[in-house]
């Protein structure tokens, strides 16, 4: 059989890159359609697979045999199939979220919930803040404001931007030699950050509908392209929320980070930071130790809730 990785899923088929450089059309064996997956796709961008080749009359196409088992993977909630799951990609060294202010709005919400599935999986993240040559003063505060607030906690943050090109470098080493996964809302800058990081890959960029400030869905399916540099970078469709599955109440905690480091001090060991007595993480809220956004982010995981999009990612706990 012959080994290769996954670089482009389509639902149906995989184009598959052997050691030899050689690029496979792959489609699945039938019996992994038979066992009851609840993914939409058994097999993501990433994926370590082996397959046979199969001559037809017109072409030699691959059938995957075997999906070799993940080092880790990102997930999220299918979006027209609440019961079912949707894998992002697999075999991820480093996940780089590009968040803009504004023209779309990425809500901290959206970004709790992209690290707290990063952190579930063991996937280091970068936060990139995009866009950062189109702000006002008063928005660069903001921006500052976010990037020391993650900071804090101890994410990787850098100010970039893909039309001037302002830090690209500083990316291109911190990406040298790993499996990037790229993600964000549409309309972030995903694929022009990517053609900054390569001259010769072309992605389809579109401009923002400014009726109703989201980007245009450029990327349509997730695929994996080879760099330079020596990074691989995973491009993913725009997605609107992040559902969470896999994680469970009692777990959540852990993958605030900053909740974890305050969970030993609760009074309870199953404490989830409620109205228990005695909360460690309930008294670092009151002394402004753990941000009012990162709270409701969490209750609102909790709880089961979806994302509210129009939830203001600056209102303190006065408000």
């Not at 579930?120 to 976010?146: C, G, M, Q, W």
């Not at 896999?246 to 605030?256: R, T």
Request: proline residues 3%; neutral net charge; hydrophobic residues 35%.
């Amino acid at each position: 059989m012959i080994e290769g990785i996954v670089y482009k899923s389509t639902g149906s088929w995989y184009a598959v890159k052997t050691k030899d450089n050689l690029t496979y059309s792959c489609r699945l064996k039938g019996k992994f359609r038979l066992k009851g997956i609840k993914n939409t796709n058994p097999v993501a961008v990433g994926d370590k697979v082996k397959f046979k080749l199969e001559e037809t009359a017109d072409e030699t196409i691959g059938v995957i045999q075997e999906i070799a088992p993940r080092h880790n993977y990102i997930i999220r909630k299918s979006v027209n199939l609440s019961k079912q799951t949707h894998i992002i990609a697999a075999n991820i060294d480093l996940a780089l979220l590009v968040i803009t202010l504004n023209n779309p709005p990425t809500f901290t919400t959206f970004i709790d919930r992209f690290l707290v599935t990063a952190e579930a999986y063991h996937i280091p993240v970068i936060l990139l803040f995009n866009k950062v040559d189109t702000y006002s003063e008063t928005e660069k505060d903001e921006i500052r404001y976010l990037m020391a607030l993650y900071r804090e906690i101890g994410y990787t943050c850098m100010p970039i931007s893909a039309k001037t090109g302002f830090n690209v470098d500083k990316l291109k080493l911190a990406m040298k030699d790993k499996t990037c996964l790229f993600s964000g809302h549409s309309g972030v800058g995903k694929s022009t950050i990517i053609n900054n990081l390569d001259a010769d890959l072309t992605l389809k960029t579109a401009e923002i509908s400014q009726q109703h400030l989201q980007g245009q869905h450029t990327t349509t399916f997730a695929e994996m392209y080879d760099l330079p540099f020596g990074a691989r970078i995973i491009d993913t469709p725009g997605i609107k929320g992040f559902g969470i599955v896999e994680i469970e109440k009692q777990e959540l905690g852990n993958y605030f980070p900053e909740f974890f480091n305050k969970k030993q001090d609760c009074k309870f060991n199953n404490c989830l930071h409620l109205n228990e007595p005695k909360c460690a993480v309930k008294d670092a809220l009151e002394n402004d130790e753990i941000a009012w956004s990162r709270y409701k982010s969490y209750l609102q995981i909790l709880e089961g809730e979806e994302e509210n999009y129009r939830t203001d990612i600056y209102k303190n706990k006065d408000s």
